[in-house]
């Protein structure tokens, strides 16, 4: 049974701190994809990272893909209060299939 | 574009009533999905559907049906509501794979369905 795991669950950082989330998972796959979701609202893309190695930044955001360590890695530089959310990463196990597994997600609470 | 829409927004529902959540995307997506989120478990699947008039089992498919019979459309179905279905209900649609567009999930803005 694939299982994707984040850490941490929840975070709380002070306003110009870095810190990384991480995910792991547990079989092969090389697509992963991370999401911001706001209290009450719905997901949003962030991040698709489609290849071993691949990294994207936008923002204070960076994300990065290890397909051999099964790790993606969610990098925050000097958080501001409005990236307070709870992030999710999802993984496509395989090839040929159509399911997207989500991690449990990390609910991040940035202090001013 | 409107994107993904969910219809109704907030549901409450007594034990044993039926209800339909019906989910429209206008981006021309092959492939529509409904998922369940309850506090700290994130997002589990329930059922899913590659294409009009085809629908697949997810993780948690059991109290739920579904049904695409417009490309557009993906209802779901409680025929028996429990209140272990009391939940937040998630729409989501995307492009397939190998599509020029990366190949992002586009979530709606969700059901909030209370069963007592």
């Known amino acids: 049974e694939l299982k994707v795991e984040q850490n941490p669950l929840f975070l709380s950082m002070q306003e110009g701190k870095n810190y990384t989330i991480y995910c792991n998972y547990s079989?092969?796959?090389?697509?992963l994809y991370w999401y911001r979701q706001d209290p009450g609202k719905s997901l949003e893309s962030l991040f698709v990272?489609?290849?071993?190695?691949a990294v994207k930044q936008e923002g204070r955001l960076m994300a990065s893909l290890d397909t051999k360590a099964r790790l993606s890695t969610l990098h925050i530089t000097a958080a501001v209060h409005d990236l307070s959310a709870t992030y999710f990463c999802?993984?496509?196990?395989?090839?040929?299939?159509?399911?997207?597994?989500f991690g449990t997600g990390t609910r991040l609470k940035v202090l001013a | 574009n409107a994107g993904v829409t969910q219809t109704p927004k907030f549901r409450v529902l007594k034990t044993g009533q039926s209800m339909t959540l019906l989910c429209a995307q206008d981006?021309?997506?092959?492939?529509m999905y409904w998922y369940r989120q309850d506090p700290g478990m994130g997002l589990r699947l329930i059922h899913y559907?590659?294409?009009?008039?085809?629908?697949a089992k997810g993780e948690v498919p059991d109290g739920y049906n579904v049904s695409r019979l417009k490309k557009q459309n993906f209802l779901l179905g409680l025929e028996s509501a429990a209140p272990s279905q009391t939940s937040v209900y998630f729409c989501?649609?995307?492009?397939?794979?190998?599509?020029?567009?990366?190949?992002?999930?586009?979530f709606g803005p969700g059901t909030r369905l209370l069963v007592l």
């Open positions: 989501a649609s995307n492009p397939p794979t190998g599509h020029l567009i990366q190949e992002t999930q586009y």
């Open positions: 981006m021309n997506h092959e492939y």
């Open positions: 990272l489609l290849s071993n190695g």
């Open positions: 999802a993984v496509k196990p395989g090839s040929g299939t159509y399911k997207y597994i």
């Open positions: 079989t092969t796959s090389d697509r």
């Open positions: 559907s590659v294409g009009e008039g085809t629908t």
